[in-house]
């Protein structure tokens, strides 16, 4: 029987205080690696969870979803996430928020420690390096956002489509030497489609591509300018806000004022210190609250899991 041990149980076999597994369960500070570890190891080994009425006996929701997000700074899926929350909230659902820091061991870790707490659902960001296996086990209690898998309910973005409106956009308003920064093609999404589509618009239009995949960083953004940014640069594509801020910082300090800057993403910062620049909106405050009803839709046995592209839109 699952449950047969409780808390004080854990505590009296992993040589612990009460007080210390009940921070691990609830993933707390203040406890040490080897210590939390040895507490999960105790857990695993006597395949114990927490109830749910334990749960609410301690003033916790019955009802609890995690959030895996890839970085707690992200722009755009800080939009996301707050459009998810509302959604959770108004049907009862308590979130809790958790970050991967683009490592699947991490997301590993994390999701065997909410399957341990029985947790309703998950969404997560994804990132290339996720794999199948680890992902299985969740297919009815879990949407993927940012990305897809086999099998798995997911709610994706158009990148392809984003990177396509901003070039004809540049292109109809007369640019004709247009650069490109974007991320490495080790990411799927916003490395290798994004990339892609605008070499293929490039070909599409016999216009000269010239590209710089430095990552996804701001300073990554602004040390790459240099190399993308040609006497007869006309236009520069970013493949996120992001990187579009640190070319921006480039371009001011270069004092080149003619050269029209478009972006991906449409976030708050952006459009307030630069309202100049061209930007797609990928739809990151929709795809948050279409994942976050689909998760709800999957828990209560009302949709098998679906895989949803959110198209784009010229801010």
Known sequence: MQN????KDIARLSGVGKSTVSRVLNNESGVSDRTREKVEAVMNEHGFSPSRSARAMRGQSDKVVAIIVSRLDSLSENLAVQTMLPVFYEQGYDPIMMESQFSPEKVAEHLGMLQR???DGVVLFGFTGLTQAMLTPWRETLVMLARDAKNIASV??????????LMQRLYDKGHRRISYLG???SDITTGKRR???YI???KAHQLPSVAALPGLAMKQGYEAAAGVILDDTTALVCATDTLALGASKYLQEQRRENLQLASVGNTPLMKFLHPEIVTVDPGYGEAGRQAAQQLIEQINGRSEPQQLVIPATLA
Request: hydrophobic share 40%; glycine share 4%.
């Open 156 to 165: 994706c973005y158009d990148d392809e489509g984003a990177i396509r409106m």
């Open 117 to 119: 707490r029985n947790i």
């Open 4 to 7: 047969r041990l409780t808390i």
């Open 195 to 197: 990339h892609e589509a």
């Open 183 to 185: 991320v490495p093609h």
């Open 200 to 202: 293929a618009f490039c």
